[in-house]
């Protein structure tokens, strides 16, 4: 099998990892690739959003099998671009990758399915948004319609707040057309985590599931990012509540899809909120969250290739995935000013001696090779993840090597998995 890996992060260091693994693999390429990917499989300097070259570089490759990473490319129509180009696509088409591209079309799709969510309202005019919002009073949420990297939820304490989220969305558009239109929704309370499945337009399958850190700070303080860390299994999803999640979430959002004649293929992760009335829905992704693939792709025992081949084919009714039962628990290493104002090519130091700490995997996010020296290029820049037969034991793990790594440039939380390692699901800070 030639297979190329869509995306440049850690996620996509991770699934190129695993791929590489197969005996199937012949050749595998990553575009565009890090540092960490060329360690695995071969660069390809193409942007993910360039969804011609992309499959114009398929096609002249012979490629049997792409996997994009990150959202953008499938809402852009990479997977609708491929299947006319005869190449499978291991990714939802475009219409499906609505799901995470309009949180109003999501908000749909529960209400058509009977999905279990928080109450909502869709707004394109800035003044009926925030009438709503005095009538309806705080904690409220206000979520920007469309792609905004993770910056475009604002869960407001007060009305103020979320006034002030309307006017940067709406009026200000700090978010560009993604906070055109805003979908406000009420505000749940519970404990969060990640449940992940591989679906094949009919029929899923359970993919793991995670719990990650959105806050930048310890205590689970500070503005939200992308994700500063994860770990899995998570204790607070239990394995009655991942399949009460699969059961009443997963399977009515792919048969509500299906019937609207827009099969969604690939990994779809839903994000929990874990109320006193059962699991409800926050919001869905078209892929593999970052950076929970980092924790869930080293306790994956089965061959991902074949397993990503069955989505693509419709082969999911009788396919199974075996996992160790080991813990993992990945920290993530960011530029310091992250997810603000960041400085950029600060040197990073070997990593050969974290990547010998038993039990540690080292993921290249955001870093690139200047001059021969490695260097950092965004925001989240390395994912350090530990595995073990507990989740102690990872986090051991993954410190251990997280403490081996010179960057005085980075900073990273001391408490990833703080609330499980207490055993306190629903902690105060």
């Known amino acids: 099998m030639r297979v190329l890996v869509v995306g440049a992060g850690g996620r996509e260091h991770a699934l190129c990892w695993a791929l590489a693994a197969s005996p199937l693999l012949t050749t595998l390429w990553c575009a565009p690739g890090n540092p960490g990917t060329a360690q695995v499989a071969r660069n390809v300097p193409i942007g993910v959003q360039d969804v011609a070259a992309l499959v114009t570089f398929a096609r002249e490759n012979a490629v049997d099998l792409v996997v994009p990473g990150p959202e953008a490319p499938l809402v852009a129509g990479l997977a609708d671009a491929l299947g006319l180009a005869g190449i499978a696509c291991c990714g939802p088409s475009a219409a499906a990758a609505r799901l995470e591209g309009s949180k109003s079309f999501a908000k749909s799709v529960c209400d058509a399915a009977g999905i279990p969510t928080a109450r909502w309202e869709r707004f394109s005019d800035a003044t009926a948004a925030r009438d709503f919002v005095r009538r309806r009073g705080a904690p409220i949420v206000v979520k920007a319609d469309g792609l905004a990297a993770g910056k475009g939820v604002v869960v407001a304490a007060s009305v103020a707040e979320a006034e002030a989220a309307i006017a940067d969305f709406m009026q200000a558009h700090t978010l560009g057309e993604a906070g055109e239109t805003v979908v406000i929704e009420e505000c749940l309370f519970g404990e969060e985590a990640s449940l992940f499945a591989l679906c094949d337009g009919t029929h899923a399958i359970p993919f793991g599931a995670a719990q990650d850190h959105k806050r930048a700070g310890e ?159 965004g925001g989240r820049v390395l994912t350090v993840c530990g595995s073990g037969p507990d989740l102690a034991a990872a986090h051991d793990a993954a410190y251990r090597a997280v403490a081996a790594i010179h960057w005085p440039d980075g900073f990273w939380r001391r408490d990833i998995g703080w609330r499980a390692l207490a055993g306190d699901r629903n902690p105060k800070p």
């Open 219 to 377: 205590g689970d303080t500070g503005p939200n990012t992308g994700g500063m860390g994860a770990y899995s299994p998570p204790p607070a999803l239990t394995p009655a509540l991942q399949q009460a999640g699969m059961d009443r979430i997963i399977r009515p959002a792919l048969a509500e899809l299906a019937r609207q004649g827009t099969p969604f293929r690939g990994i779809l992760y839903a994000g929990l909120i874990l109320t006193a009335d059962g699991p409800k829905l926050i919001e869905f992704n078209a892929r593999l969250g970052d950076p929970e693939a980092q924790c869930l792709l080293p306790r994956l025992h089965s061959d991902l290739l074949p397993a990503l081949l069955a989505a693509c084919d419709g082969e999911l009714r009788d396919f199974d995935l075996r996992w160790k039962p080991d813990a993992t628990l990945a920290v993530v290493m960011a530029a310091r000013g992250y997810p603000g104002t960041y400085a950029r090519h600060t040197p990073i130091g070997d990593l050969r001696a974290a990547e010998a700490v038993p039990g540690a995997l080292v993921f290249h996010a955001g870093t690139e090779m200047r001059d021969g020296q490695l260097v950092s290029s």
